[in-house]
């Protein structure tokens, strides 16, 4: 959690959006929880860059040294942002979050103080009776917002399992941009539904990985400077940009050795041409 407090996870955000293909005026489908509003500010901050559209949902629990606060939940942060106009937007609807997305792991008083903060920002409450109707009720949700038009990506913040889906399947996605369904996934989840749509997923995880990835320091003791870090340095190498520069030089390789032989040899009958009595001088 003290790794996410970096703004530069901003620019991260941004060059992730970039590399889905989200352009401004583009729909960006979200999934938040409170366990890590600095990645849910930076990724907001990364939206306002680029000028794309969002459409949150958010859930209002969180894990340890998260939005814990009862009075300063996730969804009493985001107004806060909304209100200094720091934002332009908010979440289109809330849950509570935990399991089952209804907070059965929380006590009868945690319950009713999560039921309190969806109360006083004023959002629609998702009420799921079960977890198939934790997904789809946000799948629903986020077809009715968006009408007729696309939606560029998914991104899924934290580890709300209508999102992710189990333990195990949390293993299975990658930190970052994906773009294939990994197999053999135990349920359905919003971000499997994705996939299946051929909508990329940003997943927002295992979030030392992702700052080692992109060269931002990992728990840093003082809140870094804006600027700072490997990502405004250098781009993040993908594999296929190295196998293209790689056949590229076997290509030239070939080229030039059939260059040499032609020469040594000669383009016609493949002898060399016999050299004059001056030449041997």
Do not use: C
Not at 117 to 133: C, F, T, V
Not at 198 to 206: E, F, L, T, Y
């Amino acid at each position: 959690k003290q790794t996410t407090a970096n703004p530069n996870f901003a620019a991260v955000f941004v060059e992730m959006l970039a590399e889905a293909g989200v352009e401004e005026g583009d729909l960006v489908a979200l999934n938040l929880t409170g366990s890590f509003p600095a990645m849910n500010v930076a990724m907001y901050a990364a939206l306002e860059t680029i000028g794309a559209e969002p459409i949150v949902i958010s859930s209002v629990a969180a894990s340890e040294y998260g939005a814990t606060h009862p009075e300063l939940t996730w969804l009493d942060m985001e107004r806060v942002l909304f209100e200094q106009d720091l934002v332009s937007f908010q979440s289109v609807a809330a849950s509570m979050g935990g399991v089952l997305d209804v907070a059965r792991n929380h006590s009868e008083e945690g319950r009713r103080l999560i039921m309190e903060a969806i109360e006083r920002n004023e959002k629609p409450l998702l009420s799921p009776g079960d977890y198939e109707q934790a997904v789809q009720m946000r799948l629903d949700l986020y077809d009715e917002v968006r009408g007729d038009r696309p939606i560029a990506v998914f991104v899924n913040i934290g580890g709300g399992t209508a999102s992710v889906g189990t333990s195990d399947d949390k293993r299975d996605f990658r930190p970052g941009l994906n773009t294939r369904l990994p197999r053999g996934l135990d349920r359905s989840s919003v971000m499997r539904s994705f996939l299946q749509r051929d909508v990329p997923v940003i997943h927002v995880s295992k979030i030392r990985s992702i700052a080692r990835r992109y060269g931002l320091p990992d728990a840093p003791v003082e809140t870094p400077e804006p600027g700072e870090g490997g990502v405004f340095r250098h781009s993040v190498i993908r594999t296929w940009t190295i196998l293209v520069v790689l056949v590229l030089i076997l290509l030239a390789m070939w080229g030039a050795t059939r260059f040499d032989l032609a020469t040594v040899f000669g383009r016609g009958g493949g002898k060399a041409d016999k050299p004059s009595p001056e030449q041997m001088v």
